[in-house]
T-cell receptor, first 114, second 117 residues
């Protein structure tokens, strides 16, 4: 099915481990985004990408790394996970160049860092 | 700087009641875009509607309607004859057109709507 998918949907990892969250979209949208959602903070932008090989920081980028070698994929890596990175992570995509400003979200990844 | 305020943190209604979710925004741009998203208990974020700043017509889609008023910087969402399936967190969001930043959404904190049978 077309759309935006995330994997894994649930992940438990230990403090200090590296973990990568995957995001894949089939719409060929130029923009992709990573958010984290925490109680009391709402949705906060971690990183975004305007196209393949173009990425930029959002509101809360520290401790995260992204890459985008292909338009359809936008992985998010936690280089050394900390308990404060326990959260629900959402990937999203949009195509503002075609006046499609709304973002479409993946199902989310619930990450627990122990 | 752009800002979205959803003053209602939680609303609880009984099924079949009408309910309005408030959204007030701040922006210096003359061209901007407003959005509503729904997040049901299952957790996914579902896009509901986008409204452009130059189009002040209200929108109705089934039991849902949206009232956009530039004069009060509000973009309120009304659910008519609410149903239990409407129970969710609803987010209002804003993006501005200037400086090439129309890709970026600023979200409100969300309103938790509970519809009781």
């Amino acid at each position: 099915d077309a759309g935006i998918t995330q994997s894994p949907r649930y992940k438990i990892t230990e403090t200090g481990r590296q973990v990568t969250l995957m995001c894949h979209q089939t719409w060929s949208h130029s923009y992709m985004f990573w958010y984290r959602q925490d109680l009391g903070h709402g949705l906060r932008l971690i990183y975004y990408s305007a196209a393949a090989d173009i990425t930029d920081k959002g509101e809360v980028p520290d401790g995260y790394v992204v890459s985008r070698s292909k338009t359809e994929n936008f992985p998010l890596t936690l280089e050394s996970a900390t308990r404060s990175q326990t959260s629900v992570y959402f990937c999203a995509s949009s195509e503002p160049r075609l006046a499609r400003y709304e973002q479409y979200f993946g199902p989310g990844t619930r990450l627990t860092v122990t | 700087a752009q800002k979205v305020t959803q003053a209602q943190t939680e609303i609880s209604v009984v099924e079949k009641e009408d309910v309005t979710l408030d959204c007030v925004y701040e922006t210096r741009d003359t061209t901007y875009y407003l959005f509503w998203y729904k997040q049901p208990p299952s957790g996914e974020l579902v896009f509901l509607i986008r409204r452009n700043s130059f189009d002040e017509q209200n929108e109705i889609s089934g039991r849902y309607s949206w009232n956009f008023q530039k004069s009060t910087s509000s973009f309120n969402f009304t659910i008519t004859a609410s149903q239990v399936v409407d129970s969710a967190v609803y987010f209002c969001a804003l993006s501005e057109d200037s400086g090439g930043s129309n890709y970026k959404l600023t979200f409100g904190k969300g309103t938790l709507l509970t519809v009781n049978p």
